[in-house]
């Protein structure tokens, strides 16, 4: 069984920064996807950005250029560095462990860390 434990959500001024962090522990295949979601209140999980095991990167086109997916696969973790944060990012943040191993595959997600922006 895989456990993700996320940290790192906080209330932020508009224009400041914020790095959430994802821990997973269990077992992790080597083919796998970690990636971080949001969901704003009202409105449907969307995908923020996503890692490969070999590190290829994926971003929601709201978020290029805004935030960073990075993972050390040594520790398990992702992080999510957020730069110049917006009322528009507001959400629950949530971390997403997707992983195959040629005869099975599943998927894990962890509670949740809450981001607010507010003056």
């Known amino acids: 069984q895989v456990q993700l434990v996320e940290s790192g959500g906080a209330l932020v001024q508009p224009g400041g920064s914020l790095t959430l962090s994802c821990a997973a522990s269990?077992?992790?295949?080597?083919?796998?996807?970690m990636g971080w979601y949001r969901q704003a209140p009202g409105k449907e999980r969307e995908l923020v950005a996503r890692?490969?095991?070999?590190?290829?990167?994926d971003y929601a086109d709201s978020v290029k250029g805004q935030f960073t997916i990075s993972r050390d696969s040594a520790k398990k973790s992702i992080y999510l560095q957020m730069n110049n944060l917006n009322s528009g990012d507001t959400a629950v943040y949530y971390c997403n462990l997707r992983q195959n191993n040629g005869i099975s595959s599943s998927t894990y997600w962890g509670q949740g860390t809450q981001v607010t922006v507010s003056s």
């Open positions: 890692i490969t095991n070999d590190s290829i990167t």
């Open positions: 269990g077992s992790i295949f080597m083919s796998n996807v």
